[in-house]
């Protein structure tokens, strides 16, 4: 079994309804201290993935914790994305 499945297996059994994304990331690293934060996210989406056939609601709640851990850490912070800034028209002057 691979290191991921374990992983998954681990966020699986610890996620629970009204958990913070960092609660659960601690908690992996617990039982899984070499994990880095996008092994438990990757991990949590397959887990959320082989819930899906079983138990959708479980499946929805690993769901938001692997995108709020994956939003955490490509330091957006939340999952609504800032506002994009509007590019500068460059200026060509004619050559004389």
């Known amino acids: 079994m691979s290191e991921l499945q374990d992983i998954a297996r681990t966020v699986s059994a610890l996620a629970v309804p009204g958990m913070k994304p960092k609660d659960l990331v601690d908690a992996v690293r617990k039982q899984h201290p070499d994990a880095t934060k996008k092994q438990i996210s990757r991990a949590a989406f397959m887990a959320m993935i082989l ?3 079983g138990d959708p609601s479980r499946a929805q709640h690993v769901q938001a914790l692997a995108l709020a851990a994956r939003s955490d850490d490509t ?3 939340s999952a609504e994305a800032a506002p994009r800034r509007k590019k500068k028209k460059k200026v060509r002057h004619a050559a004389a």
Do not use: R
């Open 51 to 53: 819930a899906a056939e």
């Open 75 to 77: 330091g957006e912070g």
